[in-house]
């Protein structure tokens, strides 16, 4: 029997059959077909998912799916990306652990929401927070002009460009119950999106935010010197939050490049978004790297995750850093 790769999609028509047609074309010589995966009742007791690897890119919308695919991996699944990791991610933590990586990241603070669900009383229950905010020395950090926007969010949604403190208000005063981060706006000289697959193959394209679109430069738009650190960032970032499939943005400004946004574990791959020749990249590093990882018979668990050393042996790392494998063709 073949080993089986199932993608999970949402509304989009044209990375699915590109990638499914990618992948059976091979099939009679690599022994893995790619599906749309289709999903049922999930039983906690003796159950395992058929496909050997899993593509996600719409759980993020459809917490079902989340919770099948946490069950998945359970089971010997290879995820993409770890349903686990993506339900603790958030953006903030992505800026503080790029921070750390040695990564240039935009002045940041995150702020308490605006407001609460109706079962908080704020008379008793936020007595650990800290009221008023010291806003002068908040905007003194940051500085003028900023972005306000969600601590976890995505496309573009809820995102403010405050040049003054009354317009900061403003936008935080409508931002309701979402966390939401203060962050430097960054005058960049250049913008980049970095198409990242498997933590290895990226693919930094030209961006334009102002009008939300890819730009396509046969020439190239970069001096190899920023193309290292673009590569190296984008490396550095993915590997640590262990994504396979992500992008990451980076604005440069003097030369640095500032990633600004890079929690995307469901990437925007459609045709008519990346454009060509970005999009042939993405379908065929896809394809290569799923082929790979279904063959390899990996799992998704390690020992960073404390249950799996009560796992059977074939579905954990023996040792720290291990990529747990399951035998191909064989029982999970």
Not at 213 to 234: I, N, Q, W
Not at 264 to 290: G, I, Q, R, Y
Request: hydrophobic share 40%; aromatic share 12%.
């Amino acid at each position: 029997m073949p080993e089986r790769i199932g993608l999970l999609v949402g509304m989009e028509n044209s990375f699915p059959p590109a990638f499914i047609e990618r992948v059976n074309r091979e099939s009679s010589s690599t022994g893995v077909v790619a599906e749309l995966a289709k999903i049922g009742e999930t039983r906690a007791e003796d159950w395992q998912s058929p496909y050997r690897v899993l593509i996600d890119r719409i759980s993020q919308e459809i917490p079902h799916y989340r919770f099948h695919l946490k069950a998945a991996a359970l089971s010997g699944t290879y995820v993409i990306n770890d349903p686990f990791w993506w339900s603790a991610d958030d953006k903030f933590f992505g800026y503080s652990l790029a921070s750390k990586l040695g990564v240039a990241v935009p002045r940041t603070v995150m702020l308490p929401q605006k407001d609460y669900m109706h079962r908080i009383d704020k008379s008793r229950s936020l007595r650990n927070l800290e009221f008023p905010l010291d806003w002068e020395a908040i905007t003194k950090y940051v500085g003028f002009p900023a972005i306000l926007k969600p601590a976890d969010g995505g496309g573009w949604r809820d995102v403010y460009v405050v040049k003054n403190f009354e317009e900061l208000m403003r936008a935080y005063d409508s931002s309701a119950q979402l966390v939401m981060t203060l962050q430097e706006f960054i005058d960049f000289d250049e913008y980049i999106r970095c198409i990242c697959i498997g933590r290895e193959a990226i693919l930094p394209i030209k961006y334009d935010p102002k009008r939300r679109c890819y730009v396509v430069t046969p020439g190239g738009f970069m001096s190899k010197e920023l193309e290292a650190k673009v590569r190296e960032g984008a490396f550095k970032i993915c590997d640590a939050l262990g994504y396979d499939m992500n992008s990451v943005e980076f604005a440069v400004r003097d030369g640095i490049p500032y990633a600004i946004d890079f929690t995307n574990p469901a990437p925007d791959m459609a045709k008519e978004s990346v454009l060509e020749p970005h999009f042939s990249w993405c379908v065929e590093e896809m394809a290569k790297f799923t082929i790979k990882v279904a063959r390899d018979g990996r799992s998704s668990l390690g020992e960073h995750y404390r249950f799996s050393r009560y796992l059977p042996p074939h579905l954990r790392a023996t040792t720290p850093g291990d990529q747990p494998k399951i035998a191909v063709g064989g029982s999970k």
